[in-house]
């Protein structure tokens, strides 16, 4: 078993994913059972963050770009996440998780939505892990809606333009008040961020596995946590001196 160093777990964990469809197209089973597989892979994920003191958990559930699907995917898509809100409250609410999204949920179905602001709203107390979904999420689509937040404050607090700081620009991210992540993880192998947090990934470490979402369990999280301890971490700056 893989030896976690529990001093050294990061804070803010990020994963992209990707691979329901290619599950499934290689077992030649509809992608739609695909996607149902990658929910069981979130449930087992989710727990295993919580168990070992992760302490935000962000997952890429939707970007702005998966509107271009066939509308039957999408359907199917909102359709099981109304369905994975609901059976997972319960559990929620016992392990101490506050959900929270991000991105343009407003143009989600209203019946998914209604669902999802609920959770959130029944989840808001717990002080445990916050599990961020991003649905209907894009990284510029984020910065675009942040500019135009930006402008509208500094016209209204008569803000100087020199007065724009990073810390300014990140409290009007979608992200505001969250940490960077210090992890992204991406399943089924692409080399490639595909629009997701990408402000906040500045200093990121990444962990890229050809492992297709559905399949991503328990241990290889902890491969990955594992290989993330290893890292040095520099910021631009130079190697610990000793
Ligand atoms: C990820 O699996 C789930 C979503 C993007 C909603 P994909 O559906 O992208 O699966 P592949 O990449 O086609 O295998
Ligand atoms: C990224 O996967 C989005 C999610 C996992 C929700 P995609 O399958 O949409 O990404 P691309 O199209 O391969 O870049
Ligand atoms: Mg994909």
């Known amino acids: 078993m893989t030896l976690i160093d529990p001093n050294k777990i990061p804070k803010h964990v990020a994963i992209i994913m990707d691979g329901n469809g290619r599950w499934a197209k290689k077992r030649a089973i509809n992608r739609l059972d695909g996607h149902k597989k ?62 929270q999204s991000i991105g343009r949920i407003e143009k989600l179905p209203k019946s998914t939505r209604d669902v999802l602001l609920k959770t959130i709203e029944e989840t808001s107390a717990n002080k445990g892990m916050v599990l961020t979904l991003a649905l209907s999420y894009g990284g510029r689509q984020e910065i675009v809606d942040a500019v135009r937040r930006i402008v509208v404050s500094c016209d209204r607090e008569k803000t100087s333009p020199d007065e724009i700081s990073e810390q300014l620009v990140s409290g009007f991210l979608y992200t505001g008040g969250m940490p960077d992540p210090d992890l992204l993880i991406r399943t089924s192998g692409e080399y490639r961020v595909s629009n997701f947090l990408l402000w906040q990934i500045a200093y990121t470490e990444f962990y890229i596995t050809p492992t297709l979402w559905p399949d991503f369990g328990k241990n290889e999280y902890l491969t990955a946590i594992l290989d993330f301890q290893k890292r040095e971490r520099r910021f631009g700056g130079r190697e610990k001196c000793i």
């Not at 069981?40 to 509107?67: C, H, K, M, P």
């Not at 509308?71 to 199917?76: P, S």
């Not at 559990?91 to 101490?96: L, P, Q």
């Open 38 to 99: 990658g929910a069981d892979a979130v449930r087992e994920i989710v727990e295993a963050s919580r168990e070992i003191g992760v302490s935000w958990l962000t997952l890429y559930a939707f970007s702005e770009e998966n509107w271009k699907r066939p509308k039957r995917e999408i359907n199917a898509l909102m359709a099981l996440l109304k369905r994975f809100l609901k059976s997972e409250l319960d559990r929620m609410v016992k392990n101490g998780i506050r959900l």
